[in-house]
Every structure is written in structure tokens, then in C-alpha cells.
């Protein structure tokens, strides 16, 4: 097992170890012995992970006296405030006080709804991040951002509030689709991109599945080399900029490379592009149109393109500049008539320029003519 420790408003660490479920009970009775626990998970996480059979919640019930299951249907559309209610609803009824805790099993929906729920239960309760998906172990359940989406738009309505602590088992992520997949190494690229080419390095000179086929991965992405080093350095990364920046005010946005465009291809395919093909597209197009404007020189824009070609991503965003350029305009991330670009200056270093509005939509359409010519 590895342990991995953040200090922001709060320190708090981060294991990861393969078989850590069904330690789950053992690891977190400490922190809260006398306190009872209700685990949110969704409807698909529940079938794979939860009920009474599963090593988590046997481990879970002979460490703790008091165990609730919350379930909700999985998926996106289910990150409103209504399930925030029924969460809370349920709390309530269950005589949940301060002293309680909360458990997000599965991917970012839940964590960033459990954290939610947790924030503002009884103004405010403890709870526990258990990452299902690869997205979710190396972005969202670290960092302290939760939230739902509004009719208006995602991630509009949330507080930060930080876990007590993350558990990761990989052995979680043998049962993700190759999609899945892609959608969490698209968020471990771009914090290679931003902080740390290793990560990049590494991913680049994976060629092989485990039968030793010399497959692209684009059937099964489950024997990438060296998951938990990745896992570790991505994590690294998130925690450096959090620590530097909690609340966003600068360096914290490092964060969104990639997603100022990626939000806008989200959005404009009415999300059935899924947000980290969104980034991973949105990557490109903001490293391709950084080099056409001389901000940076040739090679970033390759080397992103390759690599996601290599792991079996479809990068045609499908969407012209004047569209992607309207819907990011309309994102939270606006400032004014500026908006915030992040771009590669290099592989493991980013930086973030204002660009004015109007110039939007020629940086996609640089990007589009990169990468579809
Ligand atoms: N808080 C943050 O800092 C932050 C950062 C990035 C993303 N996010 C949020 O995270 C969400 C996306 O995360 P996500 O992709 O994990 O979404 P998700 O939670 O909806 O999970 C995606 C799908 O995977 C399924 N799943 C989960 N674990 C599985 C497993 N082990 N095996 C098989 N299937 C599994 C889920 O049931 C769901 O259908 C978005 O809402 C996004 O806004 C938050
Ligand atoms: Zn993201």
C-alpha cells in the first residue's frame, strides 16, 4: 500500500493498494469508531461493488456498528439537487448527526454528490472518498470541488469541502469499459501534460497488451504497465496544485487544460461525447492552436494526438469553431470579454494566458485545422 498525503484547508491522505476494499472496515473504523455510515453509491457501482456480499461492506460491518446503503440510477443526469434531496431526506431519517459519515463509492457523479451532501448535512458531516473509476481516483476525489449540475449548466452549485480520506483499490477498474478507461487516462495526459512528462513518457511506450499482441488499446485498456506508479504521479500533480491554489484563484486553473474546449464539445454533442474524450480532444485543439499562434513551439500538439490515437480515441470533435467557440463562451470559466487558455509550453509545463473573447473562435478553428485538415 501506498500512501499519499494533500495539506490545503485540510491534510488528509490518499492510500492505494490493490485488495484495499476489503481492508475498508479495518482502515476507516479508527477515524470514526462510533459513528454510523451510509455508503452512496449508484445503481451499476452498487450490482459490481456494494451490498452485503461484497468484501467492502462485509469489512465495513464487522469494523462498524452501523452501515446504510443510498442508491441512486447511474449516470450524469443524475448529479441534481433532487438526489442531493433524497440523500439528505434519507439522512435525516436515519437519525444521521455530526458524528456520522459518508462513503462515495464510484466514479465522480457519486463522489461529487456525496461530498456535496456532506457539505451541507447538518452544515457540514465527514465523509470518505472510494474512487470506482479511473477518472474519479486521479481527479475528482481529491481536491475538495463538489457540486451538481443546474438545468443551467454543470458543476453550477457546489462548495469545497474536502474527504477525510481517499481509498483506492485498482482492482476496481477491471471491470471498466474500454471507454471508461479512456475517460480517466484522458485526465492523467493532461496532468502529465501540465506538471509531469513522465507520466507521458511512460504512456508512450506501451505497446503491448498482456497477451503480447501488439494491439492498439483499444479493446481492453486493462494491462497498462505500471497503473499505480501513474495513479501516484497524477495524483501528485492534483495535490501540488491544490495545495498551491485550494480555491482557484490562479495556478489552480492549470487544471483545465483541455476543458475550456472540452466543455464546449460536452455541450454542444449534448453530452454523448463523455467529458474525458471531451478533454482529450479539447487538449489537442488547445496545444495545436497555442503553436499556430507562436505561443509555444511545434511538438506538443503530436505529441498529444499520438498518444490518443495509440490509446483509441476518436478525436473528431464533430463540431465547427463558431459552435464550440459559442458554447465555451457561455461556460463559468469566462471572465469578462477574456477567458483563460491553458496551453502546453512543453511536455510537464502549462501555463495559462487571457485571450479575448473574440479571438475564441479563431483558436478552435486553428486547433480544427490541425487536427482535421
Ligand atoms: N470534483 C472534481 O474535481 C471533478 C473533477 C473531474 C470530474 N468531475 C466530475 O466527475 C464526473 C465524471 O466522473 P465519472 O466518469 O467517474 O462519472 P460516473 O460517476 O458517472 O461514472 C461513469 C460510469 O461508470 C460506472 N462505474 C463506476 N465505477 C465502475 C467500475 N469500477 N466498473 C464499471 N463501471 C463503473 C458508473 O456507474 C457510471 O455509469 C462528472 O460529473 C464531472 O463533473 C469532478
Ligand atoms: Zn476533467
Given at each position: 500500500m501506498q500512501t499519499l498525503s494533500i495539506h490545503c484547508s485540510k491534510s488528509y491522505n490518499i492510500l492505494i493498494g490493490q485488495g484495499l476494499l476489503d481492508q475498508a472496515g479495518e482502515i476507516i473504523s479508527p477515524l470514526c469508531p462510533d459513528s454510523k455510515m451510509c455508503v452512496i453509491t449508484d445503481s451499476n457501482v452498487k450490482d459490481l461493488y456494494g451490498g452485503d456480499n461484497n468484501p467492502l461492506y462485509r469489512s465495513l460491518k464487522q469494523a462498524v456498528h452501523k452501515v446504510f446503503e443510498y442508491v441512486f440510477p447511474a449516470g450524469e443526469a443524475s448529479k441534481t439537487m433532487t438526489t442531493i434531496e433524497g440523500i439528505l431526506d434519507f439522512l435525516a431519517a436515519h437519525h444521521f448527526d455530526r458524528?456520522?459519515?459518508?462513503?462515495?463509492?464510484?466514479?465522480?457523479?457519486?463522489?461529487?454528490?456525496?461530498?456535496?451532501?456532506?457539505a451541507i448535512y447538518m452544515r457540514g458531516i465527514r465523509f470518505i472518498q472510494i474512487p470506482t473509476t479511473l477518472l474519479a481516483c486521479v481527479d475528482s476525489s481529491i481536491g475538495g470541488k463538489t457540486g451538481v449540475d443546474l438545468?443551467?449548466?454543470?458543476?453550477?452549485?457546489g462548495a469545497f469541502w474536502h474527504p477525510e480520506l481517499v481509498v483506492i483499490d485498482p482492482a476496481v477498474f477491471a471491470t471498466l469499459t474500454p471507454d471508461l478507461w479512456r475517460d480517466g487516462l484522458a485526465e492523467m495526459i493532461k496532468a502529465g501534460m501540465i506538471a509531469d512528462a513522465s507520466i507521458l513518457q511512460d504512456l508512450a511506450v506501451q505497446t503491448e497488451t498482456v497477451a503480447g499482441q501488439t494491439e492498439p488499446f483499444a479493446d481492453s485498456l486493462d494491462p497498462i504497465r505500471n497503473l499505480t506508479s501513474l495513479i501516484v504521479k497524477a495524483l501528485q500533480v492534483k495535490a501540488a496544485i491544490v495545495e498551491a491554489d485550494e480555491r482557484e484563484a490562479g495556478q489552480r486553473q492549470l487544471l483545465n487544460f483541455g476543458h475550456t474546449i472540452g466543455h464546449a464539445i460536452e455541450e454542444c454533442s449534448n453530452f454523448a461525447i463523455s467529458h474525458g474524450h471531451a478533454v482529450a480532444i479539447g487538449s489537442v485543439l488547445a496545444a495545436a492552436g497555442a503553436e499556430?499562434?507562436?505561443w509555444s513551439s511545434a511538438g506538443n500538439a503530436d505529441l498529444l494526438r499520438d498518444l490518443l490515437l495509440k490509446y483509441g480515441y476518436d478525436l473528431d470533435p464533430g463540431f465547427d469553431a463558431p459552435a464550440l467557440a459559442n458554447a465555451a463562451l457561455s461556460d463559468k470559466k469566462r471572465r469578462g470579454d477574456q477567458i483563460t487558455i491553458v496551453y502546453p509550453v512543453r511536455p510537464g509545463n502549462c501555463k495559462l494566458k487571457l485571450l479575448p473573447i473574440d479571438d475564441l473562435q479563431q483558436f478552435i478553428a486553428f486547433g480544427l485545422d490541425y487536427l482535421m485538415p
Open positions: 458524528n456520522d459519515v459518508l462513503i462515495a463509492l464510484g466514479g465522480g457523479v457519486t463522489g461529487d454528490m456525496t461530498g456535496f451532501a456532506a438545468p443551467a449548466g454543470k458543476n453550477l452549485a499556430r499562434l507562436g
